[in-house]
């Protein structure tokens, strides 16, 4: 059957207290609305409709940038308002339609499954028990243990709050007959709202049969607060880590690592404590992070050494076995095999043949307050300690750069390269000077 969803994304977040749009804040790097959709794409859900407030042009764009229609809530009038405001842009679907919220990360595709598959021919909710029920919606089960109807907190008498069977916010049913209840929904409740938690209720009054599906605590979290992100944060590290370990990767100290959503660690990569991925990071069997490095759109080939304390940025391609060491950083350069850069060093916007060495202190001058230039070096060079290689400059094969140089001119292949002052020697001078020095103080 045609699956659809809506996930819900208009309301205020007043409770994070921030500029940004609640489902725009990032949970392992990607904003908690595009967890949300990842999930249901890979449940199998074809079209997506977000629903936004009036001026949220932030959620629409990112939204339609992820392939997902939108919809706009005029006023936030409440969960089961904002759902019939998709109504518009689903008008010519026929299937089954899922509702999420765009505030739950931690929800996973089989749990969208989960959703549809126990819907049958009825609807579903999905409900999950918690060890602190909070103020989230409580699920009250009738006689036989089948779904009764949703309550929500404040609604929710002293007996209601006292079940720890609480809403996630997941809910599954015909998407024309969804259309149908959710526009016989009022707001004669606490918070005067049209709660999308009401359904249920209406589905039964119609024949309708509501099937429960349960998940964990974890996945249901819903986030409200900045605390509340912390905590999604938390759980997603999780995650991640125990997920790219179960592949084989190593970690000493795993709490101490912190991943993005897209990392991509092969198996027997090697990754010491207290290092942090950026988004879009790759690295390859056999490779080592050492400890307090930190990565970002960086590819890392098989047998490198990174760290520790290093930085790789946007663009940083770290080829086989090629060591980055202490205080390095490198940017939007390409570093071929077996180069080695292992103390305090820029490499920015440059390309490093094989098994060049680069000396402590070399700094590509690649910034002149206007343009970027790039540096060319040569396989098998040799650049001096300090050298600073002032862009755009080729350093031949084989070449060798003097310490201290600043190099301004290409040097071509097996040359040395010298550019700095020329020393001065004058024998005895220091102990005259200190002799003098000394009469003057008696
Ligand atoms: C909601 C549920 C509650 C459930 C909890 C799970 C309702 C009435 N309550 O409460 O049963 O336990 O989620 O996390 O559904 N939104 C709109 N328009 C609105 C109001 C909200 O688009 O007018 C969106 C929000 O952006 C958010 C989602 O709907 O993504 C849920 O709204 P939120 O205010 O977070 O509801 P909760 O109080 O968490
Ligand atoms: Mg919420």
Same mark, same amino acid.
């Given at each position: 059957?045609?699956?659809?969803?809506?996930?819900?994304?208009?309301?205020?977040? %007043?409770?994070?207290?921030?500029?940004?749009?609640?489902?725009?804040?990032?949970?392992?790097?990607?904003?908690?609305?595009?967890?949300?959709?990842?999930?249901?794409?890979?449940?199998?859900?074809?079209?997506?409709?977000?629903?936004?407030?009036?001026?949220?042009?932030?959620?629409?764009?990112?939204?339609?940038?992820?392939?997902?229609?939108?919809?706009? /809530?005029?006023?936030?009038?409440?969960?089961?308002?904002?759902?019939?405001?998709?109504?518009?842009?689903?008008?010519?679907?026929?299937?089954?339609?899922?509702?999420?919220?765009?505030?739950?990360?931690?929800? %996973?595709?089989?749990?969208?499954?989960?959703?549809?598959?126990?819907?049958?021919?009825?609807?579903?909710?999905?409900?999950?028990?918690?060890?602190?029920?909070?103020?989230?919606?409580?699920?009250?089960?009738?006689?036989?243990?089948?779904?009764?109807?949703?309550?929500?907190?404040?609604?929710?008498?002293?007996?209601?709050?006292?079940?720890?069977?609480?809403?996630?916010?997941?809910?599954?049913?015909?998407?024309?007959?969804?259309?149908?209840?959710?526009?016989?929904?009022?707001?004669?409740?606490?918070?005067?709202?049209?709660?999308?938690?009401?359904?249920?209720?209406?589905?039964?009054?119609?024949?309708?049969?509501?099937?429960?599906?349960?998940?964990?605590?974890?996945?249901?979290?819903?986030?409200?607060?900045?605390?509340?992100?912390?905590?999604?944060?938390?759980?997603?590290?999780?995650?991640?880590?125990?997920?790219?370990?179960?592949?084989?990767?190593?970690?000493?100290?795993?709490?101490?690592?912190?991943?993005?959503?897209?990392?991509?660690?092969?198996?027997?990569?090697?990754?010491?404590?207290?290092?942090?991925?950026?988004?879009?990071? /790759?690295?390859?069997?056999?490779?080592?992070?050492?400890?307090?490095?930190?990565?970002?759109?960086?590819?890392?080939?098989?047998?490198?050494?990174?760290?520790?304390?290093?930085?790789?940025?946007?663009?940083?391609?770290?080829?086989?076995?090629?060591?980055?060491?202490?205080?390095?950083?490198?940017?939007?350069?390409?570093?071929?095999?077996?180069?080695?850069?292992?103390?305090?060093?820029?490499?920015?916007?440059?390309?490093?043949?094989?098994?060049?060495?680069?000396?402590?202190?070399?700094?590509?001058?690649?910034?002149?307050?206007?343009?970027?230039?790039?540096?060319?070096?040569?396989?098998?060079?040799?650049?001096?300690?300090? %050298?600073?290689?002032?862009?755009?400059? %080729?350093?031949?094969?084989?070449?060798?750069?003097?310490?201290?140089?600043?190099?301004?001119?290409?040097?071509?292949?097996?040359?040395?390269?010298?550019?700095?002052?020329?020393?001065?020697?004058?024998?005895?001078?220091?102990?005259?000077?200190?002799?003098?020095?000394?009469?003057?103080?008696?």
């Amino acid at each position: 059957m045609n699956r659809a969803a809506i996930i819900l994304a208009a309301g205020a977040g %007043t409770r994070m207290k921030s500029a940004t749009a609640k489902v725009l804040h990032k949970v392992a790097g990607l904003p908690m609305l595009g967890h949300v959709i990842a999930g249901l794409k890979a449940a199998g859900v074809s079209r997506i409709v977000v629903v936004t407030a009036p001026d949220a042009d932030a959620v629409r764009d990112y939204a339609h940038a992820q392939g997902c229609q939108s919809a706009v /809530q005029d006023k936030q009038l409440g969960t089961g308002h904002a759902a019939a405001a998709a109504g518009e842009s689903l008008k010519d679907f026929d299937g089954e339609l899922m509702i999420a919220y765009g505030d739950m990360p931690l929800m %996973t595709a089989s749990t969208f499954e989960a959703s549809f598959a126990a819907r049958g021919e009825g609807l579903a909710i999905v409900a999950f028990r918690a060890t602190d029920p909070g103020a989230y919606g409580r699920v009250l089960l009738d006689a036989f243990g089948a779904l009764d109807r949703i309550v929500e907190f404040k609604d929710a008498s002293e007996a209601e709050r006292r079940t720890d069977l609480c809403n996630a916010g997941v809910l599954t049913a015909d998407a024309r007959k969804f259309f149908a209840w959710a526009a016989k929904l009022d707001n004669k409740n606490a918070q005067g709202e049209f709660y999308l938690t009401d359904v249920p209720a209406l589905a039964k009054r119609d024949g309708a049969r509501c099937a429960v599906a349960t998940v964990t605590q974890t996945e249901a979290l819903g986030v409200n607060s900045r605390a509340e992100l912390a905590e999604a944060e938390r759980l997603m590290q999780n995650r991640l880590r125990a997920k790219a370990m179960a592949a084989g990767v190593g970690m000493i100290a795993p709490e101490t690592v912190f991943l993005s959503y897209d990392t991509v660690l092969d198996a027997d990569v090697m990754i010491e404590p207290f290092v942090v991925f950026g988004p879009k990071v /790759q690295v390859a069997s056999g490779a080592q992070i050492k400890s307090h490095s930190h990565l970002e759109g960086a590819q890392v080939a098989s047998g490198a050494i990174v760290g520790p304390f290093a930085r790789l940025r946007p663009g940083a391609v770290i080829g086989e076995s090629a060591h980055i060491g202490n205080f390095v950083e490198v940017k939007n350069s390409v570093i071929d095999k077996g180069v080695k850069a292992n103390h305090l060093t820029y490499l920015g916007d440059a390309h490093v043949g094989a098994g060049a060495n680069i000396g402590a202190g070399t700094i590509t001058c690649n910034y002149d307050g206007y343009t970027k230039s790039h540096t060319e070096i040569g396989a098998g060079a040799f650049i001096g300690s300090d %050298t600073s290689l002032v862009a755009p400059v %080729t350093v031949g094969a084989g070449a060798i750069t003097a310490a201290g140089s600043v190099i301004t001119k290409n040097v071509e292949a097996d040359a040395l390269a010298l550019a700095r002052g020329q020393q001065v020697e004058k024998p005895g001078w220091a102990k005259a000077f200190r002799n003098y020095k000394q009469k003057e103080k008696r």
